[in-house]
């Protein structure tokens, strides 16, 4: 039976290293500036053999209603409301503080059970903080050290007894699960590409949907949170008018149409001379990553700003990783001059990224949700195109036609000859040529190529690559016998 549990606690006492530690990967952005962690982050987390949902929270701060921490306060009690166990840290080095005094305060006055932690138990010098974690009323504070991986075997048994108190067998299941496994036939396993960004797919040798992986990028303060909540229909992440409210990617799992979607909600990405922070640094690795394992990025754009250099640098990542692109124009509902903006787009994409020809621009406002109907279907659209296969039949005969039609140059006096073809990938579409001078070939002729094979296969918007290759001389072993 899968259960959830939220790591919980004031600003820097270790939340994200244990969530990263139960994960299994370092998902979380950690870092020693506090409130690092703004939005609830999920994922699947083990001991041993408890698999479980875990949430990473944000410190639990008192403001003003509607201010940064009052919003982060909120995500914090959503996640609390979904789980079924508490586990509270409290920096056992630092000793009980009066922010842990209010924090206990408020998890007694809930129905969940709460799993009191004194986290970076190293060494000795820590007794003394553990012993004042009694005052809290939370009963016997576990010993841990999130770093390190010390004291996991004592939260094992702490999280099993908290959940027999609210009527949940963590085991109930797994014998049936054993049964089955024993029966399955012994070649059956894992499919290609059943990774997830977070972790691995530990269902991966059953029969499940694999959801789409789509990311939503862009500069700072563009909506890329605001539209996500739009989405998913709840303020599912933190926004407001500050700009790089987002730190870490946060994963969203999603259903649209009955089509499984896990989304990515990134930090914005400015322009690499102005980023000179380490958190800034971390957050925008988080969101390369995010990129290079989504299937399908949007890339979000304000239109009351314009398209600008650093959103063509950003789509020229995306297009140089393989990934789907659709553009998307946000606060649309708010451009006067509608037909110029979309020219200034339009321009700027053919002069600078001429092979994002074709790619679907999708115009929304993400706070008022109008147009925001548009966008998943474009998506979809966008992913098919990225799967394209063309048979190889259908492609020499295309490249027989477009190579009569316009022959590949001759360099220094001596031709190049493309003999045959074929794809051999999808994800983004990709293309293997065979010829005689694969080196000489000029680049100018490639984009010939890939711009026919976007009108004639209808492949608009899609990265493709064209890998060339040396071909075997037919007539070579002839020569050697004549010798």
Request: charged residues 30%; negative net charge; contains cysteine.
């Amino acid at each position: 039976m899968t259960f959830t549990l939220a790591v919980v606690g004031r600003p820097n006492v270790g939340k994200s290293t244990l969530f990263n530690r139960l994960v299994g990967k370092k998902i979380a952005i950690v870092d020693d500036t506090p409130g690092v962690t703004r939005d609830r982050r999920e994922a699947m987390g083990s001991i041993a053999d408890l698999e479980f949902r875990l949430f990473d929270t944000a410190g639990l701060e008192e403001g003003e209603p509607g201010s940064l921490s009052d919003r982060m306060r909120r995500q914090t009690e959503a996640a609390l409301k979904e789980a079924d166990v508490a586990l509270m840290l409290y920096d056992a080095r630092a000793g009980v503080t009066p922010m842990d005094e209010h924090f206990a305060q408020w998890l007694r006055r809930g129905d969940k059970p709460v799993i009191l932690i004194a986290n970076k138990c190293e060494g000795n010098a820590t007794i003394e903080g553990i012993y004042e974690a009694y005052a809290l009323g939370l009963g016997e504070p576990i010993g841990l050290s999130a770093e390190h991986g010390e004291g996991l075997a004592e939260l094992y048994g702490a999280i099993v007894e908290a959940l027999k108190e609210v009527g949940i067998d963590p085991y109930e299941g797994e014998e049936d699960d054993q049964s089955a496994a024993e029966h399955q036939d012994v070649d059956s396993g894992p499919t290609e590409g059943d990774l997830e960004y977070e972790f691995v797919d530990r269902e991966a040798d059953k029969e499940v949907e694999r959801p789409l992986r789509l990311a939503i990028v862009g500069r700072p303060n563009a909506g890329k949170s605001t539209l996500i909540n739009e989405l998913v229909g709840e303020d599912r992440l933190i926004t407001g008018p500050e700009a790089g409210l987002t730190r870490d990617s946060i994963a969203v799992d999603w259903e649209w149409d009955g089509l499984p979607v896990k989304l990515f909600d990134t930090a914005g990405l400015r322009k690499k001379a102005r980023v000179t922070e380490k958190l800034e640094k971390l957050s925008v690795g988080d969101t390369l990553r995010a990129v290079q394992f989504a299937e399908v990025v949007v890339l979000l754009l304000d239109s009351e700003v314009g398209i600008e250099k650093q959103d063509l640098k950003i789509a020229e990542r995306v297009v140089n990783e393989g990934r789907a692109l659709v553009i998307a124009l946000n606060k649309w509902d708010s451009v006067p001059d509608r037909l110029g903006a979309q020219r200034q787009l339009m321009d700027a994409l053919t002069r600078s990224l001429p092979q994002l020809k074709g790619v679907t621009v999708v115009k929304f406002s993400a706070l008022t949700g109008k147009g925001t109907q548009h966008l998943m279907p474009a998506v979809a659209e966008a992913y098919e195109v990225w799967n394209a296969r063309i048979p190889t039949a259908a492609f020499n005969q295309w490249l027989a036609d477009t190579l009569e039609k316009h022959p590949a140059p001759s360099v220094a006096g001596r031709r190049i000859k493309i003999r045959y073809g074929a794809q051999i990938k999808t994800r983004p579409p990709t293309f293997l040529l065979f010829c005689n001078r694969p080196d000489d070939l000029p680049d100018s002729y490639k984009r010939y190529l890939e711009n026919e094979l976007r009108r004639d296969f209808n492949l608009p918007g899609t990265p493709i690559r064209i890998i060339l290759k040396k071909g075997a001389n037919p007539y070579e072993g002839r020569r050697r016998k004549r010798q």
